[in-house]
């Protein structure tokens, strides 16, 4: 297991900052937070997406049930990043748009999904 720096109190996902550091189950970096998926009318955290270190790498989207913990400096995943969704796509849904708050750019992400 890796040592893992100090990551501070822990935080919700409305104070979670982009950038924020990420690392898997065994404390390895894997990453930072590149958007936050939330519907903040509802008080419903979706996840978070994941940049990686590398150009060569795909993002992930994590998944609530799949973090453990959110820290002021770091969020820690309850799985191997491997387990996250590797394929990240938005897409559209039929009928009304629903109204969901996000800190990104983007729409939505279903895990799973790919």
């Known amino acids: 297991m890796n040592v893992v720096e100090d990551l501070g109190a822990k935080v919700s996902y409305l104070a979670l900052a982009v950038g924020t550091r990420v690392y898997d189950v065994d404390s390895a970096p894997v990453g930072v937070v590149e958007h936050v998926l939330t519907d903040e009318p509802k008080d419903i955290f979706h996840g978070i997406i994941v940049a990686p270190p590398g150009p060569d790498q795909s993002h992930r989207f994590a998944h609530r049930e799949q973090i453990a913990d959110l820290y002021e400096r770091g969020v820690v995943l309850s799985v191997p990043v491997r ?9 559209r849904p039929e009928g009304p748009r629903p109204r969901v708050t996000t800190r990104c750019r983007w ?7 790919g």
């Open 83 to 91: 387990r996250c969704t590797s394929r990240v796509r938005t897409r």
């Open 107 to 113: 729409a939505s992400a279903t895990p799973g999904s």
